[in-house]
């Protein structure tokens, strides 16, 4: 427990909380933004009324996750200051205007529009509302963008130097557009984009298998899988990619990634470990099972096995990640996640080309439809491991190689950071069971299928128009009623 008195420690894990935890709920809202727009879209296209309902069923989960990831992102935005002051000190001139422009252009053009789309469907042009809708779905993904480019410049810094404890950006393009930039960005993109296609199919198959709504909810079910058939490929692709650009500018939280301790020689490709108990005491894994030569073909178009691929011996303790335990799952944890998404996309696929999720045959696809369910908050959980690889892979640096964690920290007492670290898990912890009440609950209510169409004019009962004279109703008895 002497991690308890320690205040570097303590705000390392207060922030790695808070950041979890409020990642959670921006993934939704910039994925199913972009959902929402391609559902209105295509009601505004064909007129289908189900297009319309189902894009009023799933912005009431847009707007609940909306509210909880504001409530969130704030106070850990706020952290920079309190826990973190001389790194913000450091890099303010660049940092901080990247954090700027996140909360301008993104924050700022998300909330100003989602009220018009939330409450604007009968009191505004459709056009004006669907141009609400797209704006609101630019400002999610716009705030991926910037705090994708500033986390990318804390892993590969560029457009500067440090002058005097100072980092003096000399091209502020080169800085945004540094290395890890394009594909962390796409990265990010794709996870909430599948992440989001993947909770909208699970809630989807929950329904079809309680057999509520099972027509409808078939066609979100269906909509969510034609995108994932482009989604989870290329997202499997960007994130090799991404593995490439770590073997190339960051080899340490390589090694950690694949519990490697030795190196591997130049020519030789290097086994790729499958499972391990990486052991950082004794600098070797303890039981492992590896497949021979895989990790070095693996790189091999771009390493061209003409380098060799460093073990973590190569460098000093105190100058490599620790927690490799941590990294190595988590990666593995992402990858299967990974895999399996896309394999229930496969199989899904192939259900459908055989005409098995048509509206009449869809309820019988039992077994699909759970696969659907357990895959709904696997997203997350990928998207929470592949940011325990990227930041505890990049230790023991905040500005990788320039500013060491330990002098990047706040000097508080140690308690005061517990104080807030406990408060931080008392109230983020009743946050989360709201939301499952209130997610559930708009789960149980379901959409309403009674919702008046904007457009459509409903058949008035004739009246009454001259005194004295009676002109009756000569609509159907069902109608009537």
Known sequence: MEFLSDSVVLSRIQFAFTALFHMLWPVLTTGMGIYLVIIEGMWLRTQNPDYYLHARFWSKFYVLN?????????????????????????VGNFFGSVIG????????????????????????????????????????????????????????PAGGELVNGKFVVNDYFQAILNPFMVNSVLHMFFATLETSLF????????????????????????????????????????????????????????????????????????????????????????????????LGYILEFKQNLSEPLRGLKEWKPEDRPKMVGLIYYAFRTMIAIALFLAALMLVSTLQWLRGKLSAENITQQRWLMIAWVFSAPLGYIAVDSGWIVRCVGRQPWTLYKQI??????????????????????????????????????????????DLPIPGIETTQPAVDTTPGEFIPDERPVEAQQ
Do not use: C
């Open 66 to 90: 909306f509210g909880i990831g504001v409530g969130t992102g704030i106070p850990m935005e706020f952290q920079f200051g309190t826990n973190w002051a001389p790194f913000s000190e450091a």
């Open 199 to 294: 909770v909208i199919g699970g809630i989807s198959a929950w329904y079809i298998l309680q057999r509520r709504n099972a027509a409808f909810f078939s066609r979100s079910l269906k909509i969510a899988l034609a995108a994932t058939i482009i989604v989870a490929p290329l997202q499997i692709y960007i994130g090799h990619l991404s593995g490439e650009q770590v073997y190339h500018y960051q080899p340490t939280k390589l090694a950690a990634m694949e519990a490697q301790w030795e190196s591997s020689p130049a020519g030789k490709p290097a086994d790729w470990s499958l499972l391990a108990i990486p052991n950082e005491k004794a600098e070797k894994n303890d039981w492992e099972i590896t497949v021979p030569n895989a």
């Open 101 to 156: 422009f996140e909360a301008s252009w993104a924050f700022m053009l998300e909330a100003a529009f989602l009220g018009i789309m939330l409450f604007g469907w009968e009191r505004v042009n459709p056009t004006i509302h669907y141009l609400s809708t797209i704006l609101v779905a630019v400002g999610a993904n716009l705030s991926t963008l910037w705090i994708l480019t500033a986390n990318s410049w804390m892993q590969t």
């Open 404 to 449: 060491r964690t330990v002098d990047a920290a706040s000097n508080l007492p140690a308690t005061n950071v517990l104080v807030s670290l406990t408060s931080f898990i008392i109230v983020y912890t009743l946050l989360f069971i709201a939301v499952l009440y209130f997610g559930s609950r708009i789960i149980r209510q379901g959409p309403n299928l």
